[in-house]
C-alpha cells in the first residue's frame, strides 16, 4: 500500500491532508479523518482533549486552508487517534451579522457530522451565548466507530401499515417514575425501556414513535426548567446521551442499538420524531454552539437584514433546507439512522418548513422532500408528516410524494367535538371513521396515509381531555398563558379529579369511545403514551418543561385502570386480526370504501341525520373478505337512544353478536369475538355518550 495514501470504500485518503468525505470523523487505519463543511472560514482549528471539562485542549491542529481545504471543505488525517478521542473545533471568520456572517474563534463547536457527545457537568448555554472562550463549559463530540458493534443480524421489520398500531411515547418519561419497576440506574433510559418491552408487546403495540432522541440542549429552557420534550436538536447524528444508564459516550450509542435491537426482536418498529425545522442555537441573541459558528447564512434562513432569523418554527430559527448543503446534511443523517442505527422510520416535525425555499416561501416541487421521497436508502422506511408549521402553511391532505403518511389533526378535532357533543359535527365524523376520504380521496392512495390520533405529547392527555374544560399550566411559569386555549375538552362535569362515582364512569366511558373510534377507523391509528391507563398532567396541555411526576408514566394506574387497559388490548388484537390479510389487496381509500358496502343509519335504518342538531349516527359495514358484517351505533347525545338493529336475512348472516358496548362496566364493556353475547332484538338502546359494535358472521364463510 502507498505510504502516502490508502482507500476506505470509495474514498482516497491522502495521510498528509486527510479527505474531505467522509464528513465527520470516521476511523481508518492507523487514525482518523476530519472533515466539516465552512464556505467562508479563514482558518479552522480542530482541537483534542483528553476529558469533557479540561479547560483547553491537550492538542490543537490548524488547518491549513492551503493543504487542508479541498472546495469548501476543510479536512485532516490525524494518526494515532481512533473510537473515543473528545474533539471539537474553532472556525475563524469575520463576524459581521450586516452580511450573515457570525464566526466566533471563542466558541468550541460540535461537528455538525459527530456521532456522539459528551456534555461536561459545567456545561453552560450562557456561556456558549457570551463573548469570550467556553471551552469547559461546551459540549464537544466524540470519535466513533460503527463496525464495532455486533447486530446479530438484526434486519428492518417492514410491518405495513395496515397492520400498525403506532404509540407515541417519551424515552425518559417511560421509565423514570420511581414505580416503574426499572432499576434506579436504569430508570429513564434506553436500558431501562428494554426492560418494559414485555409491556408494549402484550399491550398490542406494533411501532414506537420516540419524542426526539437526536442529541438536544437540555438547557433550551426558562432557568428553573429544562428542555423535557427534545424539540431542541444540536446534532442530527448522535443519540441524546441523558438517556443512556451508561455515561461513557460510546456506550451511549451502543445502548441505543441494544434498545434498536430488543424491539426488534419483540416485533416492534421504531420511529424517531426528528426536527430538521429548526436547532437550540435559538435567534440572533441565541448561543453558538455548532451550525452557526461554521457558516451561519447557508445553515439558517435569514431575515432580509442578514442580522436576524426568519422563524418559521416558533423557536427562534428555521433551518435552511434548500441550501444544496443542509439537504445533503438532512439526507446523510437519515441514511445513517437507517444504516448504522436500523431505525424503521421518522415522524417529520412540522414538515412543511422543508418545502419553503431560502426565502421562505412555499415550493411547488421542494427539493430536500424529493430527495428523501425517492431515495432508494430510505425506499421502505416510514415517513411520517407533521404536514404544517409555526407560520401558517398547511398542508394537510396536500402533502408532496407517493409514500408520505400525515399526522391527520382534523380527525383529532372532529372525533373531539363530536364525542363531546358539539353542534355541527357529524358529518365531519363520518368522514374520519371512513379514513378522511374528503380530505385524502382525490389523491387514490391507501387508507393509511391518515395517521389518525385524537392526542400527542403537545396537548392534553386522553384523561385530561375528558377531566378538564380549561388548561391549568401554571406550573410552567408562564401564568397559564402557554398552551392551546382551544382543546374542545369536556370535564365530565366536574373540573379535574374526583370521586364522584357517576363522574369517573361517565370518563370512563367517554374514554373509551375515544379509543374505540380511533382503532376501528379506517386509517393508521396512534396512542399516546399512558393514555390506556389514563395517564394525567394534571390539565397541563404544554408539559414540555416538565421533566417530572407530570410527563411520567405512573406505573401504579395500570393496576388503578386496569379495566381500560383490557378494553384498549382487545381492540388492538381484534383491529391487527382484521387488517392481517389487507396489505395483499392493495386497495385505495376509495376502492376500501366502496368493496366494504357501506350503509349510514341515524336511530332508524336507513336514515342517517347529518343535521346541525344531530348527535347519533349508525353505520354497517361488509369485511373485505365478505366474512362478516359489523354494525356501528354511536351516541354522542346526553341521553340514551334506541337504534334499530338490521335484521340479518338482509345480509345472509346467522345472528347479531354484541362485542363492544363502552356504557357496560368490564368486562362486559368488550369481549372476543368468539365469546360475544348474542342480540335478537329489533332495537338496541344505545345509552348516552356510548358507541356499541355488534358483529355477525356470513354463513358458509368460515369463522368470525
Not at 325 to 330: A, D, G
Not at 380 to 397: F, H, M, P, S, T
Amino acid at each position: 500500500m502507498d505510504p502516502v495514501t490508502f482507500t476506505t470504500g470509495n474514498a482516497v485518503i491522502d495521510r498528509t491532508r486527510g479527505n474531505s468525505f467522509p464528513l465527520g470523523a470516521t476511523v481508518l487505519q492507523g487514525g482518523v479523518n476530519f472533515s466539516v463543511f465552512s464556505k467562508s472560514a479563514t482558518f479552522v482549528e480542530l482541537l483534542l482533549f483528553d476529558h469533557a471539562e479540561d479547560p483547553g485542549p491537550s492538542r490543537t491542529i490548524l488547518l491549513d486552508p492551503r493543504k487542508n481545504r479541498t472546495y469548501h471543505y476543510w479536512h485532516v488525517f490525524v494518526p494515532d487517534v481512533g473510537p473515543g478521542q473528545i474533539y471539537g473545533y474553532r472556525v475563524h471568520g469575520p463576524y459581521e451579522p450586516a452580511r450573515g456572517m457570525r464566526f466566533d474563534p471563542g466558541k468550541v463547536l460540535l461537528d455538525p457530522y459527530g456521532r456522539a457527545v459528551v456534555v461536561p457537568e459545567k456545561y453552560s448555554r450562557t456561556a456558549a451565548g457570551l463573548p469570550g472562550d467556553n471551552c469547559g463549559a461546551a459540549m464537544k463530540s466524540v470519535v466513533t466507530d460503527p463496525r464495532t458493534y455486533d447486530w446479530e443480524g438484526d434486519l428492518p421489520l417492514r410491518r405495513p401499515f395496515t397492520r400498525t398500531i403506532i404509540y407515541e411515547m417519551h424515552v425518559r418519561g417511560f421509565t423514570a417514575h420511581p414505580n416503574s419497576g426499572v432499576a434506579p440506574e436504569k430508570r429513564g433510559t434506553y436500558a431501562g425501556l428494554i426492560e418494559k418491552i414485555p409491556y408494549l408487546k402484550d399491550l398490542g403495540i406494533t411501532a414506537v414513535e420516540l419524542l426526539p432522541v437526536y442529541h438536544f440542549d437540555e438547557q433550551d429552557a426558562p432557568p428553573e426548567f429544562k428542555n423535557y420534550w427534545g424539540y431542541a436538536p444540536v446534532s442530527f447524528f448522535t443519540p441524546h446521551p441523558a438517556y443512556s444508564s451508561r455515561k461513557e459516550p460510546l456506550c451511549v450509542v451502543d445502548e441505543f442499538r441494544d434498545m434498536i435491537k430488543a424491539l426488534h426482536r419483540a416485533g416492534i418498529e421504531v420511529i424517531l420524531d426528528v426536527v430538521y425545522n429548526h436547532t437550540a442555537e435559538d435567534n440572533h441573541e441565541g448561543p453558538t454552539l455548532s451550525f452557526r459558528g461554521f457558516e451561519n447564512d447557508a445553515y439558517y434562513i435569514l431575515g432580509p437584514d442578514k442580522r436576524h432569523y426568519s422563524n418559521y418554527t416558533g423557536c427562534g430559527n428555521t433551518l435552511n433546507a434548500s441550501n444544496p448543503f443542509v439537504r445533503r446534511m438532512i439526507i446523510d443523517s437519515l441514511h445513517y439512522w437507517v444504516q448504522e442505527m436500523h431505525v424503521d422510520g421518522f415522524r417529520f416535525d412540522l414538515a412543511s418548513i422543508l418545502a419553503r425555499d431560502e426565502q421562505g416561501r412555499p415550493l411547488a416541487n421542494p427539493p430536500v422532500l424529493w430527495d428523501i421521497e425517492t431515495d432508494p436508502v430510505l425506499s421502505g422506511v416510514k415517513l411520517i408528516a407533521e404536514a404544517w408549521d409555526a407560520a401558517g402553511l398547511y398542508q394537510v391532505g396536500s402533502f408532496i410524494g407517493d409514500s408520505w403518511k400525515e399526522w391527520n389533526v382534523r380527525f383529532r378535532d372532529d372525533v373531539r367535538s363530536f364525542l363531546k357533543g358539539d353542534r355541527n359535527t357529524v358529518s365531519k365524523f363520518a368522514s374520519r371513521l371512513l379514513g378522511s376520504p374528503d380530505i385524502y380521496g382525490h389523491e387514490e392512495r391507501e387508507p393509511e396515509q391518515s395517521i389518525n390520533f385524537v392526542t400527542c405529547h403537545d396537548g392534553f392527555t386522553l384523561n385530561d381531555l375528558v377531566s378538564y374544560n380549561d388548561k391549568h399550566n401554571e406550573e410552567n411559569g408562564e401564568e397559564n398563558r402557554d398552551g392551546s386555549n382551544d382543546n374542545m375538552s369536556w370535564n365530565c362535569g366536574i373540573e379535574g379529579p374526583t370521586d364522584a362515582l357517576p363522574i369517573e364512569r361517565l370518563r370512563n366511558r367517554q374514554v373509551k369511545n375515544f379509543f374505540a373510534v380511533t382503532l376501528l377507523a379506517a386509517g393508521a391509528p396512534m396512542l399516546l403514551m399512558g393514555d390506556e391507563v389514563r395517564r394525567t398532567q394534571r390539565g397541563n396541555n404544554n408539559a414540555y418543561g416538565q421533566d417530572n411526576e407530570i410527563s411520567w408514566f405512573d406505573w401504579g394506574l395500570v393496576e388503578k385502570h386496569a379495566n381500560v387497559l383490557r378494553f384498549v388490548k382487545y381492540l388492538i388484537t381484534a383491529r391487527l386480526r382484521r387488517n392481517v390479510s389487507l396489505e395483499d389487496l392493495g386497495l385505495t381509500l376509495n376502492q376500501l370504501l366502496s368493496q366494504a358496502k357501506i350503509t349510514w343509519h341515524g336511530v332508524k335504518l336507513n336514515q342517517p341525520d347529518w343535521g346541525a342538531d344531530s348527535h347519533a349516527v349508525a353505520l354497517t359495514a361488509r369485511s373485505l373478505k365478505g366474512r362478516f358484517i359489523i354494525h356501528t351505533m354511536i351516541n354522542a347525545y346526553w341521553e340514551g337512544l334506541e337504534f334499530d338493529v338490521p335484521p340479518v336475512s338482509e345480509f345472509e348472516c346467522e345472528v347479531w353478536m354484541r362485542w363492544i358496548d363502552t356504557a357496560r362496566e368490564s368486562p362486559d364493556d368488550i369481549s372476543s369475538w368468539d365469546e360475544a353475547s348474542v342480540v335478537r332484538e329489533a332495537v338496541y338502546p344505545v345509552q348516552p355518550r356510548s358507541l356499541v359494535v355488534l358483529v355477525s358472521r356470513v354463513k358458509n364463510r368460515g369463522k368470525l
